[in-house]
Every structure is written in C-alpha cells, then in structure tokens.
C-alpha cells in the first residue's frame, strides 16, 4: 500500500510530494476499507500543493480531493455497502493513495461504469453545470463565452451546454488546442486576444452573448467581459495566468457588464443536502450513460507520483491527468 504525502509546499508542486508506504489500521464499527480505483489531478489539486489555493490542508497531507474505489471489507455493523461496490469518495480525503479507510456512511454508491470517468464526477462536473445555471437565466439558443476551453471544466461546459440547447464560443490560449476543443462540439473555437470581440460578434452574427466564463484572468478577463451584451454576467473561477482579473471602464460602467466569483466549496458549504443530492443524481446518470466524459490524457501509478504532478503542472497537454494504482 502507498501514499502520495507532502510534508512542504513549494513553487515546483512536484518536487514536494513523494509516493511512500501506507499502512491502515483494522476497520472499527461504521467503518469501510477501500481499494481506490481512480483519482484525477486537478489544477486546485497542483495549486495546494504551491501554498496558492483557497483552502489548504494541514501538513503532513496526503494530496487528491476526489475519486472512486472499491469496497474490499466493511465492518459488521454497516448496511447498505457491501464489498465489489463501486463507490464515490468523501470530498477532500486525500484520494492519492491505493487504499483508505473512509466511515461507511460517506460513501456514495455508484453505478456500473468507466471509473476513470466517474473519479472525475465530484470537482469538475459540478463547476461547469452550476456556473451554467446559477448566474444567468440561459434559453436554448443563447450563447455562452468561455476561455480555457480544452480545460476539463471547458469540456463539460461544452457538453452540458449542447444537451441544453445552448451555444458555446470557446476560447483557447493556442492554436494547438482548436481542434480537440471542435472534436468536443464547441459551436465556435478562437485563440484569445485583443481582437476576440470583433470576431465574436462575426461568429454569432451579432447575437447577444449574456453569460461568461472565465478561469484565466490578466486581460484575458477583460476580453471575455467586451464580447459581452449590456448586462452581461461574467464568472471567474481560476487565474490560470497568475495574474488578478483586468476588466476596462467601457464593460463595467458603460454596458454595465457584472463581475462575479464562482468557488465550489462555497456552493457545498451553503447548499443544502436536497441541492446536493439532486446535483450529483443528475451529473452520475449522465457519466454512466456516456453522455458526459472527459479526455483523459495520461494515468500513472502512484508510485509515479512526481511525474504524475509535473504532467498536470504543464500547460500543453490534451485532458486530464489521472492516478489510476
């Protein structure tokens, strides 16, 4: 048994953590040991590991906020869970590992399906389908800007979108990462820059353009916010540049463009246990029929665990870095 620990954090994300032994004490009442099948690594994943996230852990830490395992023993007292079951992990448990110990009750059974897929259900889905709904009264039809499109957040945005009739200008940072974004179904792929809202205007033949998304901030903020009808809403939810959001004087005060946040644990940490059950029965039905996915570009071992995190630190890279052990 391994785990993925970082006792530091530090601005190279990899040179901070190592694959060392696990070792598990017996499983006590309420109790389940799990053997995890998959677990992404995500840019709130990378950005813990440097010190610069949100909300950090205590150290020694055991890194990864999601994923999925199997049953392998519960204790005797549980009902409900049996062993060969495939189930979500509890949020934030530290997913990094080949077995874990998680109280019975946490965990959340799951559906026969690629458990690549389904170890992605709990971060990235939820972004995109509540950034879609929560700021904007979207009609099918309307049109949706985003940057970052090749991200896994961009992915599920897309798909989201198309199964709401919705029409999505999807922004990237290089020419390299069109295609993958056109192969995803985006209405209309652009590579960021000055002129963006000149050519989002000719894509969408002048159409208004009420809600967008931006993970990237620096000027890429202030491009989003002028391709944007008056009263238009725009959503950041990353700084992928490193830079704070720029957005110019003609958005905010003259067609009265808004700026707002989106953070994920926020929204779990006000929504109530309704808003959330119905969230995640939505979102597993749609990965189990296939309906929703994600490109995945490499897995790796545990034991890999450097290559693993430098691979998702890199920019260039098509889908999403995955621990399968």
């Not at 953590?17 to 009442?29: F, M, Q, R, S, Y």
């Not at 950034?131 to 985003?146: A, K, T, Y």
């Not at 056109?182 to 353009?209: C, S």
Request: proline share 7%; aromatic share 4%; charged share 20%.
């Amino acid at each position: 048994m391994l785990k993925a620990e970082y006792q530091a954090r530090g601005p190279v994300p990899q040179d901070v953590i190592d694959a060392v032994p696990l070792e598990l004490p017996p499983i006590t009442a309420g109790q389940a040991l799990v053997r995890v099948l998959a677990a992404p690594i995500n840019p709130s994943d990378v950005l813990t590991l440097t010190g610069e996230y949100g909300m950090l852990p205590p150290l020694p830490a055991i890194g990864g906020n999601e994923g999925v395992g199997e049953v392998l023993e519960v204790a005797a007292d549980v009902t409900g869970l049996e062993p060969g079951q495939t189930v979500l992990l509890p949020v934030g448990c530290g997913t990094w590992r080949t077995h874990l110990i998680a109280e019975a009750q946490q965990l959340i059974p799951l559906p026969s399906a690629d458990p690549k897929q389904l170890a992605m259900l709990t971060v990235n889905p939820p972004t995109a389908y509540l950034m879609l709904r929560e700021f904007v009264d979207l009609q099918p039809g309307d049109w949706v800007i985003q940057n970052a499109a090749n991200s896994g957040v961009g992915s599920y945005l897309i798909q989201l979108a198309k199964i709401r009739g919705l029409k999505t200008l999807n922004v990237v940072r290089r020419e390299s990462a069109v295609a993958a974004v056109e192969a995803e179904g985006g209405d209309r792929v652009l590579v960021d820059g000055p002129d963006l809202p000149r050519r989002v205007r000719e894509a969408t033949g002048g159409a208004p353009v009420k809600l967008g998304i931006d993970a990237v901030g620096g000027a890429s903020t202030d491009h989003l916010a002028a391709c944007l009808s008056e009263g238009g809403v725009l959503v950041n939810y990353g700084r992928m540049s490193g830079e704070p959001c720029q957005v110019g004087v003609s958005s905010l005060v003259f067609r009265d463009v808004t700026l707002k946040g989106f953070w994920l644990a926020r929204w779990f940490r006000q929504a109530s246990p309704q808003q959330q059950k119905q969230l995640f029965g939505e979102l597993i039905q749609l990965i189990a029929s296939g309906q929703l996915k994600a490109r995945i570009a490499a897995t790796y071992d545990i034991s890999q665990i450097k290559d693993a995190v430098a691979a998702a630190a890199a920019g260039a890279r098509d889908g999403k870095i995955l621990l399968v052990p």
